[in-house]
């Protein structure tokens, strides 16, 4: 029983000892490319993880997966969920407290925009009961996780990613996302919204120009092997490819209800039949338009 409180004493040492990195989980391909990258940051045995998810969906893969040890998994769309109430005056503090401007960062959240939604929307009081909850939230976890390292996607793909964004910069926390530069297996890790590594390389090279660049000619495209990012792509099926699987996949989708998160708001299984109607006609249409009146022929000649 003693060596057993020796060892757990031990093992509660070493992981106080190596480093926190918080790992934003979001939807879709961001959530699994964090993880591939917490993934391989494990193999040092130097870091401990906690991550935010954003889906029920997500969050059942990551509590179940036995690849990567999370110290914990939170849900974020719980700080707010079937939460209407706001102090005013509690977020005017967190917005001087912390630097904020908030009204210009809910303006970029696309659910928020009146033009955009088909769906729902938005009261006043609505997006800050949602805006108030999730600072509340993301500060708890800065100061109670206290993270050396946030892993996350760009900031600003959503509202919530981009108050997590500022407030971590206020406290001069580091944080790193990657952002694809559209080169055969090439991305940039940046730590800032501006994305500004390219620019400031790019000035580097101005200032120290030397004549030495490469020929991107017919001999570098004969020694560069892009077949594999080819064959990818090429292969690449972004959905269905016939009606009866078309059909399958929205019986499927229309069967669940839809999770309560703020992006989900007003989505009833009717207003998304209406939804996916209208848009089906509205793109046939755009592609009457564009076949009828685009050049269809163009001269094999020179400039």
Not at 45 to 70: A, H, M, R
Not at 174 to 201: G, Q, R
Not at 242 to 254: A, E, G, T
Request: net charge positive.
């Amino acid at each position: 029983m003693k060596n057993d409180k020796i060892d757990n004493q031990l093992v509660n040492d070493i992981s106080k000892k190596k480093k926190n990195v918080l790992v934003w989980l979001d939807f879709d391909a961001y959530s699994y490319v964090n993880f591939g990258i917490a993934n391989s940051l494990s193999k040092n045995n130097e870091y401990n993880f906690t991550g935010i998810v954003t889906t029920k969906q997500d969050i059942s893969f990551f509590k179940n997966q036995n690849i990567l040890k999370f110290e914990e998994l939170l849900y974020y769309p719980e700080c707010y969920i079937n939460k209407s109430k706001i102090n005013i005056e509690n977020i005017r503090s967190l917005e001087k407290k912390y630097n904020l401007n908030l009204w210009l960062d809910i303006f970029s959240e696309r659910s928020f925009y009146k033009y955009w939604t088909d769906f729902y929307k938005f009261s006043k009081n609505e997006i800050l009961s949602i805006i108030e909850n999730s600072l509340l939230f993301f500060i708890e976890i800065l100061e109670k996780n206290k993270p050396d390292l946030i892993l996350m996607q760009h900031p600003g793909e959503n509202i919530s990613n981009l108050l997590l964004y500022r407030l971590a910069k206020n406290q001069g926390i580091k944080i790193l996302f990657p952002n694809p530069t559209y080169i055969h297996n090439k991305i940039v890790i940046s730590n800032n919204i501006e994305n500004n590594e390219i620019l400031d390389e790019y000035n580097k090279l101005i200032i120290n120009y030397k004549n030495d660049e490469k020929k991107f000619d017919a001999d570098y495209i004969k020694k560069t092997n892009l077949s594999e990012t080819v064959n990818v792509q090429s292969n690449y099926n972004s959905g269905t490819t016939n009606f009866s699987q078309k059909f399958n996949h929205y019986v499927k989708r229309l069967s669940n209800d839809s999770e309560l998160i703020y992006k989900n708001f007003g989505k009833t299984k009717l207003k998304m039949i209406r939804y996916k109607i209208k848009n089906y006609f509205r793109v046939k249409n755009r592609g009457k338009f564009l076949d009828s009146n685009s050049i269809k022929i163009i001269n094999d000649e020179k400039f």
